[in-house]
Every structure is written in structure tokens, then in C-alpha cells.
């Protein structure tokens, strides 16, 4: 089944304890992107990855890292996590960039709380 | 820069009755404009999507029809469903290179049996 697996679905952490949450996605897609969705703000863009090696900024990327070593995962690192970033987050991937063409299939979701 | 704005939240409605969700943008250019349903505890599902001007989308009873003169996609379905209960996300792909999508702050509808 085609699928993007995004892990844990539930994390609740401590500010300034490391974590990582991981993206895989199993349709040999070459974008992929995560987003935070919080109330009345809708869905926003951290990160994005063209291809292998290839990341850049999104809209929100601040207190954020990934990195893209291999095609079908795409870690979100949070290096300090703060309670401002207690958020629902969602991993993306389409076959290339282009929206028109190629809508997002998005994982399951992670949600995140840090006390 | 490009923007998406739909109506408040949350929709309440009986069973069978006519659902209208709007959404209305600001983009240069031509964007591609898209539905996304989130039911609880899963992730964004594409619903339909419309790529030009006049397109409409469809899928599942739902329709959307792309109006650049009133900068409008307002979602539409002529006899909701329990099941149609979720969060429903308007969403913009525009100018920009980088395949990123301009959300709507979402709209919940609730649909009572």
C-alpha cells in the first residue's frame, strides 16, 4: 500500500530534551515536506526536500532541522524543543514539486507537546 | 503574498441537507486550487482539485468550481453524510517553485444523524 509513515503518532517531551521525528514514504517520490497545522493558522511549511541531499526553508523553519540522506525518509529534528512548539505536524511527499500535478500525500500526523 | 481564507467554523448540519463551505484567495498568476479532507486522527486526503479557471472538481458528491473572477472555490455537496464529518482545508499551490500549498485555516463540519 502506498503510504507516507510518519513516528511516534504522540510524543510529549520537555523543553530542550533533543527528539526526532521520522518520514518515510514507500512510492519512490522525490519531494517531500513537513508542515505544522495549529488552530485558526491552517497548515504551514517547515521544510522541503527536492531530491537526495536537497532541503530548504519553508515558511516556519525556525527551531527546526532535517535531512534527506536516503530517498524515502525525511527526518524532522527538533535540536531544543520549546512549549512553542507543541503543534500537530504532518510529513508530505508528491513525485515531483509541481502542485498542479502532483498533490501531497500526507502521513498520519504526529502530535507533539512540550511541557 | 498568496493567501486562503475560508469561512468560520464549525458547521453543523442534519443529514441530507445542502453544504456550501467557502474559500476565497489571493494568489498572482494561476494557481492550482485543491480540497483537503482531514477525518479525525488521520492525515490530509486530497478531495478534488481544479488547475484553471471554470475547472471543476469533483469527487465523491462533493464539487468545486474554480472562479478567478470572484477569486472563489467554495466547496459544495448537495446531501451530506455523517461520514462527511471532518476538518475540510482550502488549500493554493501558486507561483512559488518550491511545491508548497497555501492552507485555509480549515473549516470543521459536524454532521448530526
Known amino acids: 500500500e502506498a503510504q507516507v509513515t510518519q513516528n511516534p503518532r504522540y510524543l510529549i517531551t520537555v523543553t530542550g530534551k533533543k527528539l526526532t521525528v521520522t518520514c518515510s514514504q514507500n512510492m519512490n517520490h522525490e519531494y517531500m515536506s513537513w508542515y505544522r497545522q495549529d488552530p485558526g493558522l491552517g497548515l504551514r511549511q517547515i521544510y522541503y526536500s527536492m531530491n537526495v541531499e536537497v532541503t530548504d526553508k519553508g515558511d516556519v523553519p525556525e527551531g527546526y532541522k532535517v535531512s534527506r540522506k536516503e530517498k524515502r525518509n525525511f527526518p524532522l529534528i527538533l535540536e531544543s524543543p520549546s512549549p512553542n512548539q507543541t503543534s500537530l505536524y504532518f510529513c508530505a511527499s508528491s513525485p515531483t514539486p509541481t502542485g498542479r500535478r502532483s498533490p501531497l500525500h500526507f502521513g498520519n500526523g504526529t502530535r507533539l507537546t512540550v511541557t | 503574498g498568496d493567501s486562503v481564507t475560508q469561512m468560520e467554523g464549525p458547521v453543523t448540519l442534519s443529514e441530507e441537507a445542502f453544504l456550501t463551505i467557502n474559500c476565497t484567495y489571493t494568489a498572482t498568476g494561476y494557481p492550482s486550487l485543491f480540497w483537503y479532507v482531514q477525518y479525525p486522527g488521520e492525515g490530509l486526503q486530497l478531495l478534488l482539485k481544479?488547475?484553471?479557471?471554470?475547472d471543476k472538481g469533483s469527487n465523491k458528491g462533493f464539487e468545486a468550481t474554480y472562479r478567478k473572477e470572484t477569486t472563489s472555490f467554495h466547496l459544495e455537496k448537495g446531501s451530506v453524510q455523517v461520514s462527511d464529518s471532518a476538518v475540510y482545508f482550502c488549500a493554493l499551490h501558486g507561483s512559488s517553485n518550491t511545491g508548497k500549498l497555501i492552507f485555509g485555516q480549515g473549516t470543521t463540519l459536524q454532521v448530526k444523524p
Open positions: 481544479a488547475t484553471k479557471a471554470d
